[in-house]
C-alpha cells in the first residue's frame, strides 16, 4: 500500500520538528513502521545531497592547521582566597 502524499509531507514535517517516531505516528494516524521507512528514506536522501553538495562547494581556505594563535597576558589585579 502506499502511502498519500500529503500525509508523508505531514509526517516529515513532524520529524523535521523533532518529533520522535512513536510520537509522530501518532499525530498522524500512521503506524511507527510507516514513519520509521519514511525517515529513513529521508535520511538517505539527505546524506546523498549533502554529499553532492560537499563535492561541489569551494575548499577551505580556513583550515585550523594554518591559524596562528597567540596568547595574550591578563593584566590586573592578584585574586586571592578567602580564609575562613
Do not use: C, W
Request: no cysteine; net charge positive.
Amino acid at each position: 500500500m502506499h502511502t498519500p502524499e500529503e500525509k508523508t509531507i505531514d509526517i516529515l514535517k513532524h520529524l523535521a520538528d523533532g518529533n520522535g517516531i512513536r510520537q509522530t505516528a501518532r499525530l498522524t494516524g500512521s503506524y511507527s513502521a510507516v514513519v520509521n521507512r519514511l525517515a529513513k528514506i529521508a535520511g538517505e536522501h539527505a546524506e546523498k545531497v549533502h554529499e553532492e553538495l560537499v563535492a561541489f562547494s569551494p575548499g577551505n581556505n580556513r583550515d585550523t592547521t594554518r591559524r596562528k594563535v597567540g596568547i595574550r597576558e591578563q593584566k590586573g589585579r592578584t585574586v586571592r582566597s578567602k580564609k575562613s
